[in-house]
């Protein structure tokens, strides 16, 4: 499965970029922080505190137990600030 | 329902007026603008909001659609700002047109609350020391609890 993977705010910063694209064979947003984490320790820096971060499928707000199943863009970012 | 996302400055009077002169049918407008603040002492040099092009026009229709639902509205209005803003600039405004005051005032409460916390912005306060990211308050969660 290919996913575009989206970075905003300083999870993009830590990471070092705003996109990339990404075969995987995770099944739940949870299984795909895990496979990130792994890769380098600027992943597992953006990611040790996932209460402090948020996820969005397909542009839709969702819970990193969510399947992966028919998604193509996923998003993580920090808790939002707008207004 | 109006819904804009720009970098573009806005005249808020301008804004305001023009939706309650449009607002046909209506007995009540009530209009709110939230404005770049200055830290405590100064300092603050300028804001930069980013956000998530494509899922942020679809998260705030998404809360218009639900404030029509909830709340007898006859129109109501989003406009937010990204980019970068000066202290005392507007960032973003929302009205809402209903015909009578309790459904507006309560709508457009309920959409400043949403949108603290439901759409896709970040901002970050510049000064001369650097940047640094606004932290989200539990506060602006737990908000969303009365609705």
Known sequence: ?83 | MRIRVQPEPFDYGAEAGAFAHGAQGAGAVVSFAGIVRDRPGGGLMRLEIEHYPGMTEKALAAMADTARDRWNLTDAMILHRHGAMAPGEAIMMVATAAPHRADAFAAAEFLMDYLKSCAPFWKKEITAEGADWVAATEADEDALSRW
């Open chain 1, 1 to 83: 499965m290919k996913l575009t993977i989206l970075y905003f705010a300083w999870l993009r910063e830590r990471i070092g970029q705003p996109r990339e694209t990404l075969e995987t064979g995770a099944t739940t947003v949870a299984d795909l922080v895990e496979e990130l984490r792994a890769r380098e320790e600027r992943y597992a820096l953006a990611f040790s505190d996932l209460r402090a971060v948020r996820v969005a499928l397909d542009q839709e707000l969702a819970d990193f137990d969510a399947p992966l199943d028919g998604v193509r863009e996923v998003a993580f970012f920090p808790p939002m600030t707008g207004g």
